[in-house]
């Protein structure tokens, strides 16, 4: 099957055309070797699972790897402790009948028996006790890993979950536990408290203080462009001038994954059935690329979707960010900032040269679009709002408004529209 570029779930290495991650998961390697927990908390749509899956295949030759998504429970698994561990048993042993490594057969049984029990009789501690038995007869390092923790980042059976990994990692000396455990989402565990306690509490002790920092860059490097665009020139021989195509998508998307993917996705399947592009080789030139970035803009995708929720939900980050794009004003990068902070877990700003910058130019003009939007919209409400008044106060009770309604009041007087 011929390969090609993906911009929806993971990738495979088989299937699309993809950067390189070998480097990446050294550097994580080295983490794991070093007994370290961690987290992985990046901008929707920015690899998290496509790194997760390559890391759990990389680890595997000599760790016992554990990787879930907490995606596959269901918001009944979160109810109480109870229900938590049932489901969590349940889909340790899903994955595991998949992977097919050896487990000791207590372990199996008890895990089952913790999967198939009635809601309502057990407490977290339960399989805890399994897990530390199964780190302790298993011949390899065991590694735990999950993904879209976000599932359940708002619960407090989850901070339960998170109090018992931590208690493992500092008794690691006496109890065995887990080599090492990965969580990876949009929002930093670290700072989880803040999500579901009161404005006083939840700048306090984290359950996943013990957390080392992840500092693998996972954004897409020049080279990593260049590397991709070559295996697929390799197999097109478009002709294209593959370090001029690298550096105008690197340009415009800074390396953000999901933007670099869709591009050439665009540039490959698109732009060579549009008019002035006849076939491959023309869509892969500074016109095509320029058509492609056009589309991206124009485009409506989850990302966007994400990035506009996000703007509508957290007022204040939304202002940091009219701040960047209008006003010119200088905005210090700092972790001690919350709407900083916040911005840059969701992938709107990075760090350059100690300055909060947006992250590239295509989140610059689709978020410029998207204010001057509103603003727009807002205006023209206004505007319109404040010609009806001027209308109403003209011509006093009687006159008919927008839709047939007829006004009742006298003028300047609050009262009753009436159909």
Not at 135 to 143: N, R, Y
Request: glycine content about 6%; proline content about 3%.
């Amino acid at each position: 099957m011929a390969k090609f570029f993906n911009v929806t779930g993971a990738c495979t290495p088989a299937r699309h055309y993809m950067v390189d991650l070998e480097s990446r998961l050294k550097e994580i390697r080295v983490m794991v070797d070093a007994g370290e927990y961690f987290s992985i908390s990046k901008a929707r749509q920015y690899g998290k699972t496509t790194l997760l899956r390559a890391l759990a295949d990389y680890l595997r030759c000599d760790h016992l790897v554990i990787s879930l998504d907490f995606q596959r429970m269901s918001s009944a698994d979160f109810e109480n402790e109870s229900s938590f561990v049932n489901g969590l048993a349940r889909e340790v042993l899903r994955v595991i009948r998949h992977m097919k490594p050896e487990m000791p057969e207590n372990v199996e049984r008890e895990l089952k028996e913790l999967a198939g029990r009635d809601q309502g009789s057990f407490k977290m501690a339960a399989i805890f006790e399994v897990f530390s038995q199964w780190c302790e007869e298993s011949k390899s390092p065991m590694v735990l890993i999950i993904d879209e923790v976000d599932t359940a980042s708002n619960n407090q059976v989850f901070l339960d979950f998170l109090a018992q990994l931590r208690a493992g990692y500092l008794e690691r000396e006496m109890i065995p536990t887990f080599q090492s455990v990965i969580l990876a989402g949009l929002y930093d565990i670290r700072n989880i408290r803040k999500r579901i306690r009161p404005e006083e509490e939840h700048k306090s002790n984290s359950p996943w203080n013990i957390a080392a920092k992840f500092r693998v860059d996972m954004g897409f490097s020049l080279e990593d462009i260049h590397g991709m665009l070559a295996e697929y020139e390799a197999d097109y021989h478009t002709g294209m001038d593959i370090s001029q195509i690298s550096k105008l998508i690197y340009d415009y998307t800074s390396g953000y994954p999901y933007l670099v993917s869709w591009i050439c996705k665009c540039m490959d399947e698109e732009i060579s059935d549009r008019e002035g592009f006849p076939d491959k080789s023309s869509a892969w030139t500074k016109a095509g690329f320029l058509e492609a970035v056009k589309l991206l803009i124009e485009d409506t995708n989850p990302l966007y979707q994400s990035m506009k929720g996000k703007l509508t939900d957290y007022p204040n980050l939304r202002l940091v960010l009219y701040d960047l794009l209008f006003t010119g004003k200088s905005v210090l990068y700092t972790a001690m900032n919350e709407e900083i902070e916040m911005a840059a877990m969701f992938g709107f700003i990075k760090n350059m040269d100690g300055m909060a910058v947006i992250s590239n130019r295509i989140f610059e003009t689709v978020l410029y679009n998207w204010f001057m939007s509103r603003e727009y919209s807002d205006s023209r409400l206004y505007d319109e709002g404040a010609r009806e008044r001027s209308q109403f106060i003209a011509d006093g009770p009687g006159h008919r408004l927008p839709g047939g309604a007829v006004c009742d009041r006298d003028e300047g007087v609050a009262g009753q529209c009436v159909s």
